[in-house]
């Protein structure tokens, strides 16, 4: 017995023996006058009416001989500070017993035993101080709620002391049912944390996260919020990757996108080319023997970079990075070569994304038929639906499938302008021998296409690109013949 110093309080004192009972029995603090208090050191068992009616209904060989079981924990004073720790590892079966619940790596301190609700009859209002804060119990009012709840408490103890540790061991909604339930006795429950202002909602984010860093004692309600919180990631990525796309598309004045089953590498580089010429700055995407990104300054000569790809695995997401380069360099004119196959992919890439200001298709012949097929006709449409809406649309398509991209452009809203069959034939051998390597006539018919639409005239549309491409890597070039040993050797790469 002690008396309390003027300056300080019980509760204070109690915050105080926190650090004593972080390893060591709890205390109970009992104030026997206005000044003076009584500590007590670790529990007091006696005899405990709930616990002889448990035994009496869970009789068994295998119990201590000689040993009372009829004792529970009954604890005098009104301000507890229960251990950090001293719990039983897994649980005996005794009802009361301090349990360790893996999910909360503790027995929780802060949560009131169904002992100290039931001592809340006899001893009024309970404090419970913990590292978490201070828990306030109180008993119900009026004497026949009280002997009511004092009857269900003994008659249930086991029950409700097993609720405790469910409750415990959840999170979410579940986690408050053991003080919904001894608020239906009548039992009043309150909490105040030891928070900072502005922290209230960090435990209900930290607590997920520890689902992340430890191996086991998670709870499918863990499970629930970190999926969710993936997701919400996951979601945020998409929103915004998918905003600044559009903004940076916006601010680029012309796009012109490429696709088709053969030649569509070799006519997006002539397609530079010619943008080239006219001195216009411009970032073309393409692939052929590597991925590439050519970057041509105003009046300038085009540059190659190579475009990475993790795993050398293409993504349509890469796509959102080109137009922020594009946007990035103050590109006038981005050209890309659509390399998706899978039709949902391309309906994102030109619709939600590009929308194309002018559109080329190479052909559509037969192939990837696994995903664009089985048919060549399904072919075909899964092609004329790079189409963008409201845009115009140039293709050097055999009249084979033309009815069927054509179809497609109309069912988009977009121009057609199929590149007749003599415009791509009837070219002189000494102008097509202009280019730096053998390229195909309908490659150059098409680029020659966008020239006359912008108002170049077709020979000069095509000398811009003789003189401005940037031939790849696996470009057809035939050298010129040469002798040697009496032998004539001609020299190709491809």
């Not at 409750?167 to 919904?180: F, I, S």
């Not at 054509?406 to 069959?421: D, G, K, L, T």
């Not at 390229?439 to 549309?461: F, M």
Request: glycine share 10%; proline share 6%; charged share 20%.
């Amino acid at each position: 017995m002690q008396a309390v110093p003027p300056e300080g309080t019980a509760v204070a004192l109690a915050k105080a023996l926190l650090a004593h009972a972080d390893e060591d029995h709890g205390f109970a603090i009992q104030i026997t006058a206005p000044a003076t208090v009584t500590v007590h050191r670790g529990d007091r068992s006696r005899f405990r009416l709930w616990r002889a009616l448990f035994e009496l209904r869970h009789p068994g060989p295998s119990k201590r001989q000689g040993h009372a079981h009829t004792v529970g924990r009954k604890n005098r004073g009104t301000i507890r500070v229960p251990p950090a720790t001293l719990c039983e590892a897994a649980a005996t079966g005794i009802p009361g017993e301090r349990v360790q619940i893996g999910a909360i790596e503790g027995w929780g301190s802060a949560v009131p035993m169904v002992d100290d609700y039931v001592d809340t009859l006899d001893q009024g209002e309970i404090l419970v101080v913990s590292a978490e804060g201070i828990t306030a119990i109180d008993a119900p009012r009026g004497a026949w709620a009280r002997l009511k709840a004092r009857f269900l408490l003994i008659a249930a103890f086991d029950r409700i002391d097993a609720s405790r540790s469910a409750a415990l061991a959840e999170q979410g909604e579940r986690a408050h049912a053991y003080v919904r339930e001894m608020e239906r006795l009548g039992f009043r429950t309150s909490f105040e944390g030891r928070r900072t202002p502005g922290t209230v909602a960090l435990p209900v984010v930290l607590d997920p996260l520890t689902y992340l860093v430890t191996m086991g004692a998670n709870s499918l309600s863990h499970m629930a919020i970190v999926l969710a919180m993936l997701l919400c990631i996951l979601y945020g990525r998409v929103a915004y990757g998918l905003r600044t796309a559009r903004r940076n598309r916006a601010s680029i004045p012309l796009v012109v996108g490429g696709w088709g089953t053969r030649g569509k590498s070799g006519t997006e580089r002539i397609k530079a080319g010619l943008f080239q010429g006219l001195g216009v700055s411009l970032l073309s995407k393409t692939t052929g023997c590597e991925a590439m990104i050519l970057h041509g300054p105003p009046l300038g000569r085009a540059i190659e970079l190579f475009l990475f790809r993790p795993f050398d695995k293409a993504t349509i997401w890469e796509q959102t990075d080109v137009i922020a380069l594009a946007a990035g360099f103050e590109s006038r004119v981005m050209l890309w070569e659509c390399m998706g196959l899978n039709p949902k992919y391309v309906e994102i890439l030109q619709s939600g994304w590009m929308r194309d200001d002018l559109s080329t298709l190479t052909n559509a012949y037969p192939d990837h038929e696994d995903i664009q097929g089985p048919s060549g006709i399904d072919v075909a449409t899964v092609i004329g639906g790079f189409a963008a809406p409201g845009g115009k649309v140039m293709t050097t398509e055999d009249p084979n499938m033309l009815p069927v991209l054509r179809e497609r452009a109309r069912e988009r809203n977009a121009s057609f302008f199929p590149v007749p069959v003599a415009e791509r034939t009837l070219y002189a051998d000494d102008l097509l021998a202009r280019m730096p390597y053998a390229e195909h006539p309908s490659n150059v018919a098409l680029a020659a296409r966008i020239g006359t639409t912008l108002g170049v005239d077709r020979v000069e549309a095509i000398g811009l690109m003789a003189e401005n491409v940037v031939p790849d890597l696996g470009a057809l070039i035939i050298y010129p013949e040469t002798r040697h040993l009496e032998r004539k050797v001609t020299f190709i790469t491809a």
